[in-house]
């Protein structure tokens, strides 16, 4: 008879083909498995898959207006053409996201290849619609269509020391590039709202 392998109560056990382990312990029988148990096994399977290629963006998050930081960088890293036109059409797009949707971007940074900010927003807000939003605002400023590589990083922090520790890091970008001796020196950098965690 051939030899198999059969995974008996979660052990490897080689076997004859057709016949059951020597030991009792091991023999198993066929069942199904629970619907609750099966659902979470699919679940977790699904899961892998999609971490293994790239997470699924969470729709709602429950928590009051969440402070999110946001990362978005160019397509292949390719310097931004003009800073100053893309500081002005970000600002531009968070004056009109404060009037018309109730949308706070606090601080920011735009460095040569990459922005970073700050934002919240209301009980409806969504994230990634935002985002698009001003990665379009800013190519059509920019006439440069397709100038953002697709997608963004984002982060939900949860407390006035985060907030205050990845902004100190943030706006050191500039200084660790080499593109300015202080971080107050970089002009491509500001807060449009105050945005107060308490």
Same mark, same amino acid.
């Given at each position: 008879?051939? %030899?198999?392998?059969?995974?008996?109560?979660?052990?490897?056990? %080689?076997?004859?083909?057709?016949?059951?382990?020597?030991? *009792?312990?091991?023999?198993?029988?066929?069942?199904?498995?629970?619907?609750?148990?099966?659902?979470?096994?699919?679940?977790?399977?699904?899961?892998?898959?999609?971490?293994?290629?790239?997470?699924?963006?969470?729709?709602?998050?429950?928590? =009051?207006? *969440?402070?999110?930081?946001?990362? /978005?960088?160019?397509? =292949?890293?390719?310097?931004?053409?003009?800073?100053?036109?893309?500081?002005?059409?970000?600002?531009?797009? %968070?004056?009109?996201?404060?009037?018309?949707? =109730?949308?706070?971007?606090?601080?920011?940074?735009?460095?040569?290849?990459?922005?970073?900010?700050?934002?919240?927003?209301?009980?409806?807000?969504?994230?990634?619609?935002?985002?698009?939003?001003?990665?379009?605002?800013?190519?059509?400023?920019?006439?440069?269509?397709?100038?953002?590589?697709?997608?963004? /990083?984002?982060?939900?922090?949860?407390?006035?020391?985060?907030?205050?520790?990845?902004? =100190?890091?943030?706006?050191?970008?500039?200084?660790? %590039?080499?593109?300015?001796?202080?971080?107050?020196?970089?002009?491509?950098?500001?807060?449009?709202?105050?945005?107060?965690?308490?």
């Amino acid at each position: 008879m051939e %030899a198999i392998e059969r995974d008996c109560g979660g052990r490897r056990v %080689a076997c004859e083909r057709n016949e059951l382990p020597a030991d *009792p312990s091991l023999h198993t029988q066929p069942t199904r498995l629970p619907r609750q148990e099966f659902a979470a096994l699919t679940a977790a399977s699904t899961v892998r898959k999609m971490i293994k290629d790239r997470p699924r963006r969470l729709d709602l998050i429950y928590v =009051n207006q *969440p402070l999110y930081f946001v990362t /978005f960088t160019t397509r =292949n890293r390719k310097p931004i053409p003009s800073l100053e036109i893309a500081r002005l059409a970000l600002q531009r797009y %968070a004056r009109d996201g404060i009037e018309k949707f =109730n949308v706070a971007l606090g601080r920011y940074v735009i460095m040569p290849d990459h922005v970073h900010l700050f934002v919240r927003g209301g009980r409806i807000f969504r994230l990634s619609p935002w985002v698009g939003g001003l990665k379009r605002a800013m190519s059509v400023a920019l006439k440069s269509p397709k100038r953002w590589q697709p997608g963004f /990083f984002d982060h939900i922090l949860r407390s006035d020391e985060s907030y205050a520790e990845k902004w =100190n890091y943030v706006r050191d970008n500039p200084v660790r %590039a080499g593109l300015v001796k202080g971080a107050d020196d970089w002009l491509y950098q500001g807060e449009i709202v105050v945005i107060d965690r308490a």
